[in-house]
């Protein structure tokens, strides 16, 4: 019952924009840092973008920098990754996870700790 939920991938042209969503449901993202993973096929799983348990740290992989924007609403139990000029090579299933605990968001994107949970990842393709 405790699991992540992505939404918000899809269809979209070079240069648009997509806004992903994760809901925790069954727990509280509160003590949890949450990161963005992606994985094209035949690729290994990559960091994208993640962000401290209070919102006040976060880390970019460098070919997202300046597109995309990572931000949590603790309320909501929700984090967001806001992705715009996207490229093709953007392309890939976008999974959402979270560390409970002491960690860095630089650790968390390099994947230094298996996360406590993982989304079932949402798909997008970036494609004229």
């Known amino acids: 019952q405790l699991q992540l939920v992505e939404s918000g991938g899809g269809l979209v042209q070079p240069g648009g924009s997509l806004r992903l969503s994760c809901a925790a449901s069954g727990f509280t993202l509160d003590y949890y840092a949450i990161g963005w993973f992606r994985q094209a096929p035949g690729k290994e799983r990559e960091g994208v973008s993640c962000?401290?348990?209070?919102?006040?740290?976060?880390n970019y992989a460098s070919f997202v920098k300046g597109r995309f924007t990572i931000s949590r609403d603790n309320a909501k139990n929700t984090v967001y990754l806001q992705m715009n000029s996207l490229k093709p090579e953007d392309t890939g299933v976008y999974y959402c996870?979270?560390?409970?605990?002491?960690?860095?968001?630089?650790?968390?994107?390099?994947?230094?700790?298996?996360?406590?949970?993982w989304g079932q990842g949402t798909q997008v393709t970036v494609s004229s």
């Open positions: 962000i401290s348990s209070g919102g006040g740290s976060t």
């Open positions: 996870a979270a560390i409970f605990g002491t960690t860095t968001v630089q650790a968390m994107c390099a994947l230094s700790r298996s996360p406590n949970y």
